[in-house]
Every structure is written in C-alpha cells, then in structure tokens.
C-alpha cells in the first residue's frame, strides 16, 4: 500500500464494505484482490473486451476502467451477486442449455451485459430482437464459441420473459 491510498466504503453485492485501497487500483482489481469475488474476469485491462463488467449504482461498467475510489458511496453488483440473487438464473440456464459457453470466461461480463439489455427491455416493455442482442453484446468478446449459441441464449430467455414465464 502506498501514501495515496484511499479510505471507501460502498455496498457489494447488498453487504456494507470499508476499505482502504491505493488510488490507482482499479475496481476489478480491487474486486478480485481485496473482496475475493474473483468471478469477474480481466481480458484486456483497457475496457475492449468486457470480460470484467459489473454494475455500478444500476448501470453496467467496465471493471477495468473504473479506479476503485470512484466506487466510494456507491452500489456495486459483480456476478457472484446476480448469480446468489438468482436474477439471472433463466439466463445462466440458457447458457447451459445452449452450450453458450465453452471455456467460460467470457461468460460473467456476457452475462451481466446481457441482463442488462434484457432489463431494459422488460422496463420498455420490449422484445430485444436479435440484431439488439448482437449490438448490445458487442463490446463483449468471446475468444471461444462464436456468438451464434450466446445471441440464441439471451434470445431465448427474452422471449421467455416476455411471455411471463421467467
Ligand atoms: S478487461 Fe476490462 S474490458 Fe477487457
Ligand atoms: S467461452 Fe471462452 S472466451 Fe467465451
């Protein structure tokens, strides 16, 4: 810890949390390495690849180019947290299903993204369509599956929700 660390305190995944972190630590880094909630992944370190969103006080960010204490007072939610809420269950059920995932790291930042997409369009009263799904996630790079099993996924379970089955 150097002279430029910093006291914060936020909320994550609903649980009060006091820290204190250097400066320049990024939230991922801060994420992983302070909290242990290693679920968010870092790919490219330079917000290109989206393996590290979370939310921060409702809006998706990229983990990696946010510093930690800018995170001071605010509301984070990682993957552990959507996932232990089960608000995207159906979602990571499709994923299952669908084999839109193989070596899984992408699979946190596609996730939170496109649950974020989906909220979207629940609160729009909205069907995403699958070129809304293909654009949304586009900032979100998969190295292994092609994207065709991950749109049909996020396309499935909008659907679903739209019809009121969850
Ligand atoms: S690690 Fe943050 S966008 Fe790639
Ligand atoms: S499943 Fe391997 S990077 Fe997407």
């Known amino acids: 810890m150097t002279d430029t660390a910093l006291d914060i305190s936020l909320t994550v995944n609903g ?3 006091a820290e204190r972190v250097d400066a320049r630590k990024t ?16 790919g490219c370190e330079h917000g290109v690849c989206g393996a590290c969103t979370v939310r921060v006080n409702g809006e998706i960010v990229r983990g990696c180019l946010m510093l930690a204490v800018q995170c001071d007072g605010a509301t984070v939610e990682t993957i ?6 089960t608000e ?11 084999n839109a995932l193989q070596c899984g790291y992408c699979t946190p930042g596609m996730l939170v993204a496109a649950q974020d997409l ?22 979100n790079y998969c190295r292994c599956t092609g994207y065709h099993a991950i749109v049909d996924a996020v396309q499935a ?10």
């Open 15 to 17: 649980e009060r949390v």
């Open 27 to 42: 939230l991922v880094d801060f994420l992983r390495e302070d909290l242990v909630l290693t679920g968010s992944h870092i």
């Open 80 to 85: 552990e947290g959507l996932s232990d809420t």
């Open 88 to 98: 995207i269950a159906d979602l990571q059920a499709a994923f299952e299903q669908r």
């Open 118 to 139: 989906l909220k979207r369009a629940n609160n729009n009263k909205t069907v995403p369509s699958r070129e809304d799904i293909r654009a949304h996630l586009s900032g």
């Open 157 to 166: 379970v909008a659907q679903q929700r739209a019809g009121g089955k969850k």
